[in-house]
């Protein structure tokens, strides 16, 4: 069974992603926006193009006639989708999910009023005036995002009318294609967060793994760790809202799903439909197969009986300090490698600029999550990007 795999977006995630398909005897090409892209260099071949092009997208489907195509960020042709499925093609998940989750409207209402999941109130704006009605609405504090964004980019949060102005700024900047619009949330007062990296199969039951908790700064995550110690009827209940969001949208994968946890339950945020940045987490062995090794068994049918907790792990990001189209250097490796129960990814992005994640640091180990939290920023900290 070796299947052509069309994987749109190269960046870490989809490095690790075509690793665990290489692994299974699959033939992958790579696609993105700059060559050199991670996941080029572990791919078979690889193409450079817009992918928010629609004739493009089209030239390299008809060139490579892949068996699946697999979506890895935000800013795709979504619409195109379902034009492929209709060829024959495997849209990963599906091209109805891939469609609605790229784009933080369509994924909202459908699990708001299709579904019927709770949500913070939410209003849309497509205009400084319209975020000010929204505001108003959802009160304040509250949160603004841009509806197509990567990496939390655009995202702020506003505490003064005086903040306003400002956030509808940012998004617009943060904004990714062609789409000029925002979503106001209104502030959950919540305890923590988590992802609830979800499994659906083509023949099997759909599994969860153990809950993620993360950190954030600047809208983009900073630390994660797994387990997420947390209260059995609120795990049981973002388990069962996930399950029915994945469900309406329908296909094979796994789906970062991410909830507010308050101490009245759980509350639906965002779902993507594909490995999740807080799941690299799962490289440190935390579980019998990481999110990739899990994403790519299930678009291939391969059943996955259960998925287990092996370990406690944390990772911890690198990041960039400064701007540079120079191949980066890093220092600090051999200190990295010195602490036990360790371990660290270089991703091999091509040029640097401030707060991009460069390389991530792991732990793992029977200590508890926050324990290995601290060891894994200590192991992050020896690690210095040039």
């Given at each position: 069974m070796r299947k052509k795999i069309l994987l749109l977006g190269s960046g870490e995630l989809g490095k690790e992603f075509v690793i665990a398909c290489q692994r299974l005897g699959q033939y992958v090409i790579a696609v993105d926006s700059y060559e050199g892209a991670p996941a080029m260099q572990v791919a078979h071949e690889f193409e450079v193009i817009n992918m928010l092009d629609g004739e493009e997208l089209d030239r390299i489907v008809a060139k490579h006639q892949p068996d699946l195509i697999v979506p890895e960020i935000e800013a795709i042709r979504t619409e195109r989708f379902y034009d492929y499925e209709k060829q024959g093609i495997q849209v990963v998940p599906s091209a109805k999910a891939a469609n609605f989750t790229m784009n933080r409207k369509a994924i909202r209402d459908l699990a708001a009023i299709e579904v019927g999941v709770r949500t913070a109130p939410y209003k849309y704006a497509t205009s400084l005036d319209e975020l000010k009605a929204g505001v108003a609405f959802t009160g304040i504090p509250c949160v603004v995002k841009p509806l197509m964004s990567s990496s939390g980019k655009g995202q702020s949060v506003i505490k003064t009318e005086a903040d306003i102005e400002k956030a509808w700024n940012y998004a617009m900047e943060g904004s990714r294609g062609d789409l000029k619009e925002v979503i106001v949330e209104g502030f959950i007062d919540f305890d923590y967060?988590?992802?609830?990296?979800?499994?659906?199969?083509?023949?099997?039951?759909?599994?969860?793994?153990?809950?993620?908790?993360?950190?954030?700064?600047?809208?983009?995550?900073?630390?994660?760790?797994?387990?997420?110690?947390?209260?059995?009827?609120?795990?049981?209940?973002?388990?069962?809202?996930?399950?029915?969001?994945?469900?309406?949208?329908?296909?094979?994968?796994?789906?970062?799903?991410?909830?507010?946890?308050?101490?009245?339950?759980?509350?639906?945020?965002?779902?993507?439909?594909?490995?999740?940045?807080?799941?690299?987490?799962?490289?440190?062995?935390?579980?019998?197969?990481?999110?990739?090794?899990?994403?790519?068994?299930?678009?291939?049918?391969?059943?996955?009986?259960?998925?287990?907790?092996?370990?406690?792990?944390?990772?911890?990001?690198?990041?960039?300090?400064?701007?540079?189209?120079?191949?980066?250097?890093?220092?600090?490796?051999?200190?990295?490698?010195?602490?036990?129960?360790?371990?660290?990814?270089?991703?091999?992005?091509?040029?640097?600029?401030?707060?991009?994640?460069?390389?991530?640091?792991?732990?793992?180990?029977?200590?508890?999550?926050?324990?290995?939290?601290?060891?894994?920023?200590?192991?992050?900290?020896?690690?210095?990007?040039?």
């Open positions: 967060e988590i992802t609830l990296l979800t499994v659906t199969q083509k023949n099997g039951e759909t599994l969860f793994c153990p809950p993620i908790g993360h950190r954030q700064e600047r809208g983009d995550y900073q630390e994660s760790w797994q387990p997420m110690p947390m209260n059995a009827s609120h795990l049981a209940e973002a388990q069962d809202m996930a399950a029915r969001v994945t469900k309406a949208l329908g296909g094979a994968g796994i789906w970062g799903v991410e909830f507010f946890i308050t101490k009245e339950g759980a509350y639906f945020s965002e779902l993507s439909p594909r490995p999740h940045d807080t799941g690299m987490v799962t490289l440190a062995g935390t579980q019998n197969f990481s999110e990739f090794e899990l994403h790519a068994r299930a678009i291939l049918g391969i059943p996955v009986k259960e998925v287990k907790l092996e370990r406690n792990g944390a990772s911890a990001v690198v990041l960039a300090n400064s701007e540079s189209n120079q191949q980066p250097q890093f220092t600090g490796l051999d200190k990295a490698a010195s602490h036990p129960n360790s371990d660290f990814k270089i991703f091999g992005k091509p040029s640097t600029r401030p707060y991009r994640r460069m390389a991530v640091a792991l732990t793992y180990g029977q200590e508890d999550v926050k324990t290995l939290v601290e060891k894994a920023k200590v192991v992050a900290a020896e690690i210095s990007v040039r």
